[in-house]
């Protein structure tokens, strides 16, 4: 870490040199976050149990005056906007106070005033959580987003990335030394929740999943300590971190392990008619579990809202369009794809933000997912099956690779447990007005109740919409007593509940 050390050198020198900017700007936003209010005024909150709180301004104000950041309040200018989450479904969502944090130390002392005054507590960095749980109502959201600087050092192959930062960010950065590192495949999606929930990405089967590139954290605990934890300091902490969550803490920095790639892979996507989706999906089952690493393969099944419904087989190459073509030649056997067939070359980091404009900040999402271990034509002809009953436009139903080298990796190894599995299952749609949803759910959720007992039962956490908490023990499987004692030790009160929660011994779930 000595080149990361004379990096941070650089920083602290900048730092010093914007430290009086800083300490205006902060007095002017919290100038601003009070303006209209006495200083004897209350703002009514949440407490972490459900409980309700009274803050008075002088302790808000003790808040703003430990950040280099800014609090925000409802009366604030800012706060509406900063308020929002990626799924508008939890736009309803009205927290007391939001702390944008800009500083490691920073999300200490939010830590630390929370549990002075008993606050609910959310963290935000991307906001991309299915469930809603990146913000809540009445307690303090810690806004990640300003810790986002992505440091790389080429020579090494690593990258200390920011606990708020974005993916696109950390791919800009890395990918102008033709490095990269899992990540998922939005730009959008925040570092934090993704790292520590798993990590699938484009890159996984070629270099395993994001946990297994964690090369070390910096974590503020429950009680306020910011601790480092890697191979050999606080071990079972990072162990935790990399698949557990956000129950242990709030991540603020990450050592990341990159690996060089070409700034352009191949991107590759075919549909066929309605009438050839058994075909096609005997084809994906048997082509995609004989697949290199470096490629691949997705299989989809979707009901536009206008037009005919189509199965797809697409993917990404970790390589050219002509090796592509070579190892896709068997597709030919479906017949004439409807359409244009796409399969080019793309860089990388366009690639990793092309799914961004189909999936805005703002949109309702509701998705179900299940991992499987060895699906079969009979799980492909029931989802074909439940598929074609009454569209519902708008749904999608996807097959997803997983394995390759995040396969290898021993359960034991990290807190993420599904590695056998080889495939995740996905029902999604999406929709603009919030007056469908109640129907678009209840439609997902009666065809998923009827494709999920064909899977095996684990889940992806991050991808977790209104799964029952009570599955994280069948989740983590043999890991979990591990991550309970761990949870227990690092944080035994469930401080840190507003994730797919792990809850501590003789402790019982926390109110979400």
Request: a positive charge.
């Given at each position: 870490?000595?080149?990361?050390?004379?990096?941070?050198?650089?920083?602290?020198?900048?730092?010093?040199?914007?430290?009086?900017?800083?300490?205006?700007?902060?007095?002017?936003?919290?100038?601003?976050?009070?303006?209209?209010?006495?200083?004897?005024?209350?703002?009514?909150a949440t407490g972490y149990k459900g409980n309700k709180v009274t803050l008075s301004d002088a302790a808000v104000m003790d808040l703003q005056k430990s950040l280099r950041g800014a609090v925000l309040l409802p009366t604030s200018p800012d706060y509406e906007e900063t308020r929002k989450l990626w799924n508008g479904e939890f736009n309803n969502l009205n927290p007391a106070m939001i702390a944008k944090v800009a500083t490691a130390?920073?999300?200490?002392?939010?830590?630390?005033?929370?549990?002075?005054?008993?606050?609910?507590?959310?963290?935000?960095?991307?906001?991309?959580?299915?469930?809603?749980?990146?913000?809540?109502?009445?307690?303090?959201?810690?806004?990640?987003?300003?810790?986002?600087?992505?440091?790389?050092?080429?020579?090494?192959?690593?990258?200390?990335?920011?606990?708020?930062?974005?993916?696109?960010?950390?791919?800009?950065?890395?990918?102008?030394?033709?490095?990269?590192?899992?990540?998922?495949?939005?730009?959008?999606?925040?570092?934090?929740?993704?790292?520590?929930?798993?990590?699938?990405?484009?890159?996984?089967?070629?270099?395993?999943?994001?946990?297994?590139?964690?090369?070390?954290?910096?974590?503020?605990?429950?009680?306020?300590?910011?601790?480092?934890?890697?191979?050999?300091?606080?071990?079972?902490?990072?162990?935790?971190?990399?698949?557990?969550?956000?129950?242990?803490?709030?991540?603020?920095?990450?050592?990341?392990?990159?690996?060089?790639?070409?700034?352009?892979?191949?991107?590759?996507?075919?549909?066929?008619?309605?009438?050839?989706?058994?075909?096609?999906?005997?084809?994906?089952?048997?082509?995609?579990?004989?697949?290199?690493?470096?490629?691949?393969?997705?299989?989809?099944?979707?009901?536009?809202?206008?037009?005919?419904?189509?199965?797809?087989?697409?993917?990404?190459?970790?390589?050219?369009?002509?090796?592509?073509?070579?190892?896709?030649?068997?597709?030919?056997?479906?017949?004439?794809?409807?359409?244009?067939?796409?399969?080019?070359?793309?860089?990388?980091?366009?690639?990793?933000?092309?799914?961004?404009?189909?999936?805005?900040?703002?949109?309702?999402?509701?998705?179900?997912?299940?991992?499987?271990?060895?699906?079969?034509?009979?799980?492909?002809?029931?989802v074909i099956e439940v598929m074609s009953r009454a569209p519902v436009p708008g749904l999608n139903l996807g097959f997803s690779q997983q394995g390759g080298a995040g396969a290898r990796v021993p359960v034991e190894a990290t807190a993420y447990a599904n590695r056998p599995a080889q495939y995740q299952l996905a029902l999604q749609t999406k929709w603009e007005d919030p007056a469908q949803g109640p129907d678009l759910i209840k439609?997902?959720?009666?065809?998923?109740?009827?494709?999920?007992?064909?899977?095996?039962?684990?889940?992806?956490?991050?991808?977790?919409?209104?799964?029952?908490?009570?599955?994280?023990?069948?989740?983590?499987?043999?890991?979990?007593?591990?991550?309970?004692?761990?949870?227990?030790?690092?944080?035994?009160?469930?401080?840190?509940?507003?994730?797919?929660?792990?809850?501590?011994?003789?402790?019982?779930?926390?109110?979400?």
């Amino acid at each position: 870490m000595d080149r990361f050390r004379q990096l941070d050198r650089h920083r602290v020198a900048r730092r010093e040199a914007l430290k009086g900017a800083l300490r205006s700007a902060v007095a002017i936003t919290a100038g601003s976050a009070f303006t209209g209010r006495a200083y004897a005024a209350e703002t009514k909150a949440t407490g972490y149990k459900g409980n309700k709180v009274t803050l008075s301004d002088a302790a808000v104000m003790d808040l703003q005056k430990s950040l280099r950041g800014a609090v925000l309040l409802p009366t604030s200018p800012d706060y509406e906007e900063t308020r929002k989450l990626w799924n508008g479904e939890f736009n309803n969502l009205n927290p007391a106070m939001i702390a944008k944090v800009a500083t490691a130390e920073d999300v200490q002392n939010a830590v630390r005033f929370a549990r002075a005054h008993d606050l609910l507590v959310a963290v935000r960095c991307g906001g991309h959580s299915y469930m809603g749980q990146s913000s809540c109502d009445g307690g303090l959201v810690i806004d990640m987003r300003a810790i986002g600087d992505v440091q790389v050092d080429a020579a090494a192959k690593t990258a200390r990335v920011g606990g708020g930062a974005l993916l696109g960010a950390m791919d800009a950065a890395t990918m102008k030394y033709g490095l990269a590192t899992t990540a998922g495949v939005i730009a959008h999606t925040g570092i934090g929740g993704l790292a520590t929930g798993g990590g699938q990405g484009r890159l996984q089967r070629n270099f395993g999943m994001t946990v297994d590139n964690i090369r070390g954290v910096e974590v503020v605990t429950a009680d306020g300590r910011l601790l480092k934890a890697n191979a050999t300091e606080n071990a079972d902490l990072y162990w935790a971190v990399r698949g557990g969550g956000g129950n242990f803490g709030i991540v603020t920095a990450f050592d990341m392990q990159l690996h060089a790639i070409d700034p352009k892979v191949t991107s590759y996507n075919f549909a066929f008619p309605m009438s050839r989706v058994k075909d096609a999906m005997k084809f994906y089952l048997d082509f995609s579990a004989n697949a290199p690493d470096s490629l691949s393969v997705s299989f989809g099944l979707r009901s536009p809202e206008k037009g005919e419904a189509t199965c797809s087989i697409s993917g990404g190459f970790i390589g050219t369009p002509q090796a592509a073509e070579k190892l896709l030649e068997p597709i030919k056997v479906l017949g004439t794809p409807v359409g244009t067939p796409r399969l080019s070359d793309i860089e990388y980091v366009k690639i990793q933000s092309a799914g961004d404009a189909a999936n805005p900040h703002g949109g309702h999402y509701y998705m179900r997912v299940a991992y499987q271990n060895t699906p079969d034509m009979k799980l492909g002809e029931h989802v074909i099956e439940v598929m074609s009953r009454a569209p519902v436009p708008g749904l999608n139903l996807g097959f997803s690779q997983q394995g390759g080298a995040g396969a290898r990796v021993p359960v034991e190894a990290t807190a993420y447990a599904n590695r056998p599995a080889q495939y995740q299952l996905a029902l999604q749609t999406k929709w603009e007005d919030p007056a469908q949803g109640p129907d678009l759910i209840k439609k997902v959720r009666e065809r998923w109740n009827d494709i999920k007992p064909a899977t095996n039962g684990g889940f992806y956490v991050n991808h977790a919409a209104d799964e029952d908490m009570n599955e994280a023990a069948k989740n983590y499987g043999a890991n979990y007593p591990r991550l309970v004692e761990i949870k227990t030790k690092y944080d035994p009160t469930n401080f840190f509940h507003r994730n797919f929660n792990i809850v501590p011994k003789k402790q019982s779930a926390q109110k979400t």
